[in-house]
């Protein structure tokens, strides 16, 4: 099938039109947790001031400049507020703010990719697959063992879709498009990197067979969710583009330690029908054209954002 283009539009709709994100009456709450992010992303900035290396330096002068002033525009008419300026580390590995907003820009553009390929294929419905490999202490070990494997498992797929004599049937062949993330966790019990992926199929892929497939891949994992997206399908599209480290679980140093091990490496993968889908690169909302608006400006002051006048 071709794949039609994602329609260039689709940046408008990133975090806001199908999330509900960018409604007036939750800009409030949309500060609060700008401001719980950038704190975080402060704290990361004394701990690396703290031990100055090359990287370190580096890192902690683009989080020095990122998110000190957001400016906002109010669509008063509509009741709407984007994101208009601000200045951005686009360090996701180590500052949550700019992690939420590049989930935003990346979930935008994957639903609109979505609602296109939905018009012209109503028999496939979305399923959220997880795919996990045992903890351990050695994070470098297990994150190039869960790649290794997910990669081993796309090769199945792959060579059996393409006929390869000898080649074995794997779950993962119901799916006629994909997206997946690769997520890491640790909660003090060793590193758990772990995989989300958005599967489109006509039916649901076992999730007993799913398991066993990837117990004979990985040797060592067998813990494999496979359930259905129902209804709004944003809630299950969010598990995947959601932060690549889990800020809230991991140490400073542990952050730092995993930014370092993910650091260029491909976080975000695709397949098929939902192949070449393109993320906005700014990490800003789009502009609703032609009508009229307020500015408004936020500053971090102390540890939240508070409101301040154009003319301070
Ligand atoms: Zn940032």
Redesign the pocket.
């Known amino acids: 099938m071709a794949h039609k283009k994602t329609p260039e539009n689709s940046s408008n709709l990133a975090g806001g039109e199908f999330t509900g994100a960018d409604e007036a009456r939750l800009l409030d709450e949309r500060i609060t947790r700008y401001g719980v992010a950038h704190t975080r992303?402060q704290a990361m900035l004394e701990h690396l001031r703290k031990t100055p290396s090359e990287a370190t330096i580096k890192t902690a002068a683009s989080?020095a400049s990122?998110?000190n002033y957001l400016h906002f525009r109010e669509y008063f008419t509509v009741g709407k507020v984007r994101l208009h300026s601000a200045t951005?580390?686009?360090?996701h590995l180590v500052?949550p703010?700019?992690g939420i907003r590049r989930g935003a820009k990346a979930l935008g553009a994957y639903l609109t990719r979505w609602q296109v390929i939905q018009e012209e294929r109503p028999d496939l419905r979305p399923y959220l697959l997880t795919l996990t490999v045992k903890n351990g202490p050695d994070l470098e070990e297990r994150q190039s063992h869960l790649a290794k494997s997910l990669r081993r498992l796309m090769d199945r797929r792959r060579y059996f879709n393409a006929g390869t004599r000898g080649a074995p049937w794997t779950e993962l062949c119901k799916a006629e498009g994909a997206v997946y993330t690769l997520e890491l966790t640790n909660k003090g019990n060793g590193w758990h990197p772990h995989c989300h992926m958005i599967i489109l199929a006509t039916s649901q892929p076992s999730q007993t067979d799913l398991s066993t497939e990837w117990h004979k891949i990985t040797g060592d994992s067998m813990v494999v969710d496979c359930r259905p997206i129902l209804g709004d399908p944003v809630e299950g599209f969010m598990e995947v583009f959601k932060y690549a480290v889990k800020f809230s679980d991991l140490t400073l140093a542990d952050n730092w330690h995993a930014a370092q091990i993910l650091k260029g490496k491909r976080l975000l993968n695709s397949f098929g029908l939902f192949r070449g889908v393109e993320i906005p690169d700014s990490l800003l909302d789009e502009p609703l054209d032609g009508l009229p608006y307020l500015d408004r400006f936020y500053r971090y002051l102390g540890d939240s954002y508070q409101p301040a006048s154009i003319r301070e």
């Open positions: 992303s989080l990122c998110g951005f580390c686009k360090q500052c703010l700019c």
